[in-house]
């Protein structure tokens, strides 16, 4: 499956922005899951999704950042609020067939192209 990730922009600290994946595929069964690259740093996980809609987040992002998917549309986000300057970060969407929770970029087999997102402070 082919991933499409958009809705990044510049914003100011405390504001909200929410990114979508969408595929060109069916996502049903599918974990999904969002990672981000800061410059000069590894992928780091955001948050995961299972087709069970069971959620999993990092401790740096929970309580602030909520995924979702809407498997009739193909489609997962990323509702983020509370943004701050450490945020900055390229967003990566990511799919794997696998069907539980995996946190690790090596869990995933087929990748979006990023969405840059930028908190100013």
């Known amino acids: 499956v082919q991933l499409q990730a958009s809705g990044g922009g510049l914003v100011q600290a405390g504001d909200s922005l929410r990114l979508s994946c969408a595929a060109s595929?069916?996502?049903?069964?599918?974990?999904m899951g969002w990672f981000r690259q800061a410059p000069g740093k590894e992928r780091e996980f955001v948050a995961a999704?299972?087709?069970?809609?069971?959620?999993y987040s990092a401790d740096s992002v929970k309580g602030r950042f909520t995924i979702s998917r809407d498997n009739a549309k193909n489609t997962m986000y990323l509702e983020m609020s509370g943004l701050t300057p450490e945020d900055t970060a390229v967003y990566y969407c990511?799919?794997?067939?696998?069907?539980?929770?995996?946190?690790?970029?090596?869990?995933?087999?087929?990748w979006g192209q990023g969405t840059q997102v930028t908190v100013s402070s």
């Open positions: 999704i299972p087709w069970s809609g069971t959620t």
């Open positions: 990511a799919a794997s067939v696998r069907t539980t929770i995996g946190t690790t970029p090596s869990y995933f087999d087929s």
């Open positions: 595929g069916r996502i049903g069964s599918r974990t």
